[in-house]
């Protein structure tokens, strides 16, 4: 891996195939695009805090200009520790209802019934927009009733029972909202002889809160889970993770946004389907797939943070290593939701926007399921298309 | 056409426009002429350094007192040229707490607050400070802009009555019964010849004095002493960083506006090579060695260019390195000292002392032609500075360009208000680096003097910044061909002499990233827009 200089902004030779490649550019003008917000507007930033421009907090935190970066320079990086070190917007209430996944989590598991069928209603939802300033077309991911943690607590001495153990980090989204992913994954972990066991303490990985103005609250988190991970590395347990945003969280923006040392745990974080392929790959391990499984035809989006990790390659591999499933890959490109970006009323437009070219081609795929890697991306393509969408470990785990 | 004026003043460098802006100020009517374009010679080939004089206190007491009275002016009536960084003299291991007590002392004696400080204070007031460092000294230098210092007093020059002419060569002195009454000229742009009158000729040629005072059978002895810098992509430090020794190579890092500067060297250089300065491996060396000393950091920055002046020394004594000659103001009458009448040089001096350096050449032609009006320049601000706090809200743009908003102001002070930044056309950005707009452009080249993209850079930044040009300079030649009804083969012609200009001060530092900007250039302009010649240029 090369190093960065301190200096990477200067690695910029002016290109500009970020901005080409940038959604926000592309549906908002008053977006400067990444060039201008990133190492051309750190280099004036330089000379005082007048040069500044709040612009840049249109940016989505997707890492494609990274992605599209022929020069190595961390635009992303540059663009949102900007924003950290000198953004006037405090965050409000809404801010802190969408940051806080974990402390919301777990007080909706409890009564979920009643917030599913609350925030489903459209009077409700228009409060919401009024007093939150979230916008009331948005709808929310279902809350779902215990938690996933609390599943697998009971499944301890089961899952003890496999020789091999991993360490699973499921995220807020499986604990709170879909704990049937987690179970898919367990299931998998298990069909390939390993144990799932917890963290000995997980956190919100802290995406929500550094987006929102959380800093000192992200790094919190981020110190009890790189505690935990380490913890967990010296019992040389592998860390695998369902959500490829926690996994680049916990990977790189612990490092680069939040100036955290996760060097050493770094590389014992993997995700799922990366891990389950090279599992695969090497030959030594096989899966039983059912033997009358229906035929499926599945649409692969790939995420923006898979795309950075450079693991979209992992997920698709791993599905076509299932019979009768066909894929289709869709052109890569973000869906606009980017974690709570379009939640706010502000960004409604512009996530839509952004996503549109998405949405046609996935109804253009004639595919029965979508498949992505990230929990975000579902809500938006389930709210703004007819199809469902699965995580490619849940299409993996139906065909055993 | 009247061609007769009080004064022609010759030589359009910070000098040679403060006694331009002197002369009209007083009601004498002024013709300033230069060769090529304001600030080209020795006025925008330095640091960009406000002095405070500390540099000078210990081997040139008077020298270090006009620079700390011309600094505390030019605060003044320059606001939008001068930046506050502050200054440190900083001692390394290597060097000598002993000289740190007689620097502090002698600063005292000039009038420069000189005040130790911690090294830990230090590298907390400038974090980029080497932290080997075992003495500090505070003292007020800063930055200043030679550019716009230049295009301000020739723009106020102008609003009180003078005339300007750039791209015109004197070609003659007109000499009348031993007295010089004005010249022949020739424009360089259309081939037209003029000639001039006026009571005084000024000689503010700077190094090229010499030849001008030639045409008047004058002998000036002039040593030229070449001194190279190097650019660096962006503010590495925002403090002045100098060595607290004898001044040698290398030892001054000044940030000025959205870079950093190290420099100088000194070396004699003959006069033929005056018009060429081509910076050498060896001073390129010398430059990072020594900036690495100052802010350790200059290993890993990027060096956007070289470029080199040459310091119009007069002469004194036989020091091959020109650098204990006094940089003292030489003001020549030449009536008195050559019998030739109707003549002046002014001449020495610095960047510093330009504004006093014109005060005594005016108060000089005052008393040749009788006039009894005093100087008013210590006092009267700048355009650009006249209402300094007004400023932020004089400029009309929208919410969503910030920074190009702060560097418009930045650039031309409350002036800003009369560049046209009012719809999504003009705003649009030339220059992305330097956050330079199309209205910005239209104003230098409506008001500003600005005949061709080399002189645009002068005034508005356009292709200083990273880039050096790749992105900018065919939009700007673009707007240019319309703005100044360019023909597209004038354009081109332009935008080649341009890209070339640019390359020349590259390809000294032509390594790591500044080689891929480069060969983005190359790629840009002669791949794909076909500046067939730019290989050659290069």
């Known amino acids: 891996m090369k190093q960065y200089s301190e200096h990477n902004f200067e690695q910029c030779t002016k290109c500009t195939v970020c901005t080409v490649y940038c959604p926000v550019a592309a549906v908002n003008p008053l977006y400067p695009g990444p060039k201008q917000a990133g190492p051309d507007g750190e280099r004036l930033r330089l000379k005082g805090v007048a040069y500044y421009d709040p612009a840049i907090e249109m940016c989505l935190n997707c890492k494609r200009c990274e992605v599209a970066c022929p020069s190595e320079v961390r635009i992303g990086d540059i663009i949102h520790s900007a924003r950290i070190k000198h953004s006037t917007k405090r965050p409000g209430l809404r801010e802190f209802t969408l940051a806080n996944t974990d402390l919301v989590g777990s007080v909706a598991t409890v009564v979920a019934p009643v917030v599913n069928a609350t925030l489903g209603l459209k009077p409700v939802r228009k409060v919401v927009e009024g007093v939150m300033k979230i916008d009331h077309r ?72 550094i987006s929102n103005g959380f800093v000192e609250q992200a790094k919190k988190q981020a110190k009890t889970n790189i505690k935990s991970i380490t913890k967990a590395t010296e019992q040389k347990l592998k860390v695998v993770a369902t959500s490829s945003t926690c996994t680049f969280t916990l990977r790189d923006e612990y490092d680069h946004l939040l100036g955290l040392d996760n060097s050493a745990i770094r590389d014992n974080i993997d995700l799922a389907t990366r891990f389950i392929y090279e599992l695969l790959a090497d030959g030594n391990q096989r899966l039983e797939f059912k033997s009358d499984a229906p035929h499926l035809r599945v649409a692969y989006h790939s995420a923006c943070h898979m795309e950075r990790m450079g693991w979209t390659k992992y997920s698709i591999e791993l599905l076509k290593l299932i019979p009768n499933v066909e894929l289709v890959q869709l052109e890569s490109q973000c869906c606009g939701i980017a974690g709570t970006y379009g939640f706010k009323k502000e960004n409604y437009e512009t996530s839509q926007n952004i996503g549109e070219p998405l949405f046609k081609a996935i109804e253009a795929s004639e595919c029965d399921v979508v498949s992505t890697d990230c929990e975000t991306c579902k809500w938006q393509i389930e709210m703004s298309t007819s199809k469902r969408v699965l995580h490619p470990i849940e299409i993996l785990a139906s065909y055993l | 056409m009247n061609n007769q004026y009080d004064v022609i003043i010759v030589g359009g460098g910070a000098t040679g426009a403060g006694v331009a802006r002197d002369c009209a100020l007083r009601g004498i ?42 600094n505390m002016i030019l605060r003044r009536i320059a606001s939008h040229c001068v930046e506050d960084t502050g200054g440190l003299f900083i001692t390394l291991p290597e060097d000598s707490l002993e000289f740190q007590a007689k620097f502090i002392d002698a600063c005292r004696a000039a009038g420069i607050g000189a005040e130790a400080i911690d090294p830990k204070q230090a590298l907390a007031l400038e974090p980029s400070v080497n932290p080997t460092l075992i003495g500090a000294v505070k003292v007020p230098d800063g930055s200043i802009d030679p550019f716009r210092l230049t295009a301000a007093n020739v723009l106020d020059a102008q609003l009180h009555g003078a005339k300007v002419l750039t791209y015109t060569l004197v070609e003659q002195l007109i000499i009348e019964s031993g007295k010089v009454v004005g010249v022949k000229t020739l424009n360089t742009l259309t081939g037209e010849r003029g000639e001039y009158r006026a009571q005084i000729t000024v000689n503010a040629c700077g190094i090229w004095g010499r030849d001008l005072a030639a045409k008047a059978g004058v002998t000036i002895n002039m040593l030229p002493a070449k001194g190279a810098l190097l650019v660096f992509g962006h503010r590495v430090n925002n403090v002045v960083i100098n060595r607290c020794r004898k001044p040698a190579d290398a030892d001054i890092l000044v940030p000025g506006d959205s870079i950093t500067v190290i420099g100088t060297t000194s070396s004699k250089v003959p006069f033929d090579q005056c018009d060429n300065m081509v910076v050498t491996a060896d001073e390129v060396d010398l430059l990072l060695r020594e900036g690495c000393m100052l802010a350790p950091a200059l290993e890993h920055t990027r060096i956007l260019r070289a470029y080199a002046g040459v310091r119009p020394l007069v002469a004194s004594d036989d020091d091959p390195s020109g650098r204990s000659v006094s940089r003292g103001i030489v003001v020549l009458d030449h009536a008195t000292r050559d019998g030739v009448d109707g003549f002046i040089t002014i001449t020495g001096g610095k960047l510093m002392t330009y504004r006093l350096m014109a005060e005594w050449t005016v108060d000089l032609i005052c008393k040749k032609l009788g006039v009894a009006v005093g100087c008013t320049t210590a006092v009267a601000p700048l355009p650009g500075s006249a209402e300094a706090e007004k400023v932020s809200k004089s400029c009309k743009c929208s919410v969503h360009c910030v920074s190009a908003k702060a560097s418009v102001e930045n650039r031309h002070g409350e002036r800003a208000k009369d560049i046209d930044n009012s719809t999504a056309a003009k705003r649009a950005l030339v220059c992305e680096c330097e ?90 302009y002669d791949g794909v827009c076909d500046l067939s010649n730019l290989k050659e240029q290069k």
């Open chain 2, 29 to 70: 009517r002024a013709l300033l002429i230069e060769r090529a374009d304001i600030a080209t010679g020795a006025t925008g080939r330095n640091h960009g350094l406000l002095h405070s004089g500390a540099r000078y206190a210990v081997n040139d007491r008077e020298s270090a007192e006009e620079c700390i009275k011309e």
């Open chain 2, 435 to 524: 956050q330079v707009s199309v209205g910005e452009v239209e104003y230098a080249v409506n008001c500003l003097g600005v005949k061709n993209l080399i002189d645009l850079r002068r005034r508005t930044r356009v292709g200083m910044g990273t880039c050096q040009g790749e992105l900018c300079a065919a939009r700007a030649a673009s707007v240019m061909s319309e703005v100044a009804g360019k023909s597209a083969a004038e354009a081109k012609a332009d935008l080649k002499s341009f890209i070339g200009e640019r390359w020349k001060g590259m390809s000294a530092v032509a390594w790591g990233d500044t080689l891929r900007e480069g060969e983005l250039l190359s790629w840009l």
């Open chain 1, 138 to 209: 948005r709808i929310f991911p279902k809350y779902a009733f215990g938690t996933f943690e609390g599943w697998l607590k009971g499944q301890r001495k089961a899952q003890a029972l496999y020789a091999k153990q991993l360490a699973y980090f499921h995220g807020c989204y499986v604990n709170y909202n879909n704990p049937d992913l987690g179970k898919a994954f367990v299931k998998v972990a298990n069909a390939l002889g390993y144990g799932v066991q917890l963290l000995e303490k997980e956190k919100c990985c802290g995406v929500a809160l």
